[in-house]
């Protein structure tokens, strides 16, 4: 156990993808007192319980703080619903990570239409507005926080075909900042991470002739987020931290 979250109330949003699902894992070895898991899809819930049956099955105790809530986290209402639910159970909320993201590509302007614009700039940035503004008054008044959302390399250098994509993974970097210099002397620290591509299943699929050695391992992605969200780097806040690897 490199990190001790085991008074600390975590919140990870998307931990049903790819990403979230290791790092899940990862915070549950560091003995949280309670993970509230958001999901959308049933189908994902289930399969991700069941794989941390499996993967937990010998210290099945771990599984106790666990909860998993339906939101649509592009939703204000279901959020502040989300928010003070867990807020009434247990008083605080210490970490947010907010994994949930979606991708649009291969489709230059001429392509890309509105509705593909409103689905990135939704649920990769407007995503992190709803959920950051319903959680920091809590974390103001407990003067203790940490958040983590995750961008993407593109928002900081796009290479084409993917506008919507790297506009709302950019402007995630900058809303990071910005609120950064709002809460620093309430104990709270909010960063953001920068992946290129994370070896997934997806991915895999997807790009089936790539190196997939040159990829992030998202066990190594994970790393990183337990790190923004322990006491060990509470001198970085409002920054975007590059997890490049290899590309
Ligand atoms: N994969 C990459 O190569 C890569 C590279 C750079 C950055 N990133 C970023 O890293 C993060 C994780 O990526 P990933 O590959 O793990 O993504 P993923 O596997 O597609 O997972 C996305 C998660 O977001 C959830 N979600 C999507 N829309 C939602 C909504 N409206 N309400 C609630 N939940 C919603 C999904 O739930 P359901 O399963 O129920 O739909 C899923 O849990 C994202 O922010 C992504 O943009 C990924």
Redesign the pocket.
């Given at each position: 156990m490199k990190h001790d979250f085991s008074d600390k109330v975590i919140i990870v949003?998307?931990?049903?993808?790819?990403?979230?699902r290791i790092l899940i894992k990862s915070f549950l070895n560091c003995h949280p007192k309670t993970i509230v898991i958001?999901?959308?899809?049933e189908k994902?819930m289930h399969e991700l319980k069941a794989d941390l049956s499996n993967s937990f099955e010998q210290s099945s105790k771990i599984l106790t703080s666990l909860e998993f809530i339906k939101?649509?986290?592009?939703k204000d209402d279901e959020i502040k619903k989300l928010i003070s639910n867990i807020f009434e159970k247990y008083g605080q909320i210490h970490i947010l990570v907010n994994?949930?993201?979606?991708?649009i590509g291969g489709k230059n302007i001429t392509e890309l239409d509105e509705s593909d614009w409103d689905k990135m700039i939704g649920?990769?940035l407007k995503t992190a507005f709803l959920i950051s503004r319903h959680v920091i008054p809590i974390m103001i008044t407990n003067r203790y926080g940490k958040l983590v959302h995750?961008s993407?390399r593109t928002g900081i250098k796009a290479e084409g075909n993917d506008s919507a994509y790297a506009a709302s993974k950019s402007g995630l970097i900058r809303f990071v900042e910005s609120v950064s210099h709002e809460v620093k002397n309430s104990n709270i620290n909010i960063n953001c991470i920068l992946?290129?591509?994370?070896d997934?299943e997806?991915?895999r699929r997807a790009m089936p002739n790539a190196d997939f050695t040159r990829w992030i391992n998202p066990g190594d992605l994970s790393n990183v987020i337990l790190f923004l969200c322990s006491d060990d780097s509470k001198i970085i806040n409002g920054s975007a931290i590059p997890t490049y690897g290899l590309l």
């Open positions: 949003t998307g931990g049903t993808g790819a990403l979230g958001t999901y959308r899809s994902e939101t649509d986290v592009t994994v949930v993201g979606g991708y649920i990769n995750v993407s992946p290129t591509i994370i997934t997806s991915n």
